[in-house]
């Protein structure tokens, strides 16, 4: 059943031994799932009393708070009530995060004309403003990469990867105009070729 999933949801006390089962099924997981077919949504959740002074697991994506008024669920007799506040918020988040299924990357060298050291962290928060426009939201992360040059040969340099995750909608509404806007910054950054990242695919514009 794992190994068809699109989408599975984790959910771990906060408790040294929540968090060492946590490491164990993510662990597990890992071995079974696609990474570029199967999202994972990780909850540290606070939701008894002894859980609420506890530090939030520092690798899950989200944290369920205690909330001593919140009553618990008695389906099918319970009535509609109003959800709290970080309850609505993290039912959101999830239920957004399920929808977007699909994920973009833009990669931003930090040299120009290919081996010229530049502070281009300009161009990174420009990146992340884009995506953020017209996918809701973008993350960055800086890594070393190492790519052959026709002209100069081997050449290694740190990389901003800005990334979205995004619906299927978005992919196909504005994927045309990433690819245009990644040979803007191709022209702007004076690159032999510039990496797009679709679904963990990478791919050389």
């Known amino acids: 059943m794992v190994e ?48 609420k002074e506890l530090e939030p ?50 990669f931003i060298p930090t040299t120009l004309d290919a081996d010229q050291e530049a502070d281009t962290s300009q161009y990174m928060d420009q990146a992340m403003n884009f995506m953020a426009e017209r996918f809701g939201g973008a993350t960055c992360k800086t890594a070393n990469g190492v790519w052959h040059s026709e002209k100069l040969g081997l050449i290694g340099e740190v990389v901003y990867i800005v990334h979205s995750y995004i619906t299927q909608a978005d992919m196909n509404s504005h994927l045309d105009e990433v690819v245009d806007y990644i040979k803007t910054l191709k022209k702007e950054l004076r690159q032999e070729a510039m990496a797009l990242e679709v679904n963990q695919k990478l791919t050389l514009i």
């Open 57 to 106: 697991i520092a690798w899950a994506d989200y944290t369920l708070p205690y909330e001593e008024e919140f009553p618990s669920f008695q389906l099918p007799r319970r009535e509609v009530e109003e959800i709290p506040e970080p309850f609505s918020n993290l039912l959101t988040n999830c239920i957004e995060r399920l929808e977007r299924t699909n994920s973009i990357g833009i």
């Open 4 to 51: 068809q999933a699109d989408q599975i949801v984790v959910m771990v006390s906060p408790t040294a031994k929540g968090v060492k089962n946590g490491e164990r099924i993510m662990k597990q997981l890992k071995g079974k799932i696609k990474p570029n077919e199967t999202s994972v949504i990780t909850i540290s959740n606070h939701g008894r009393p002894e859980y």
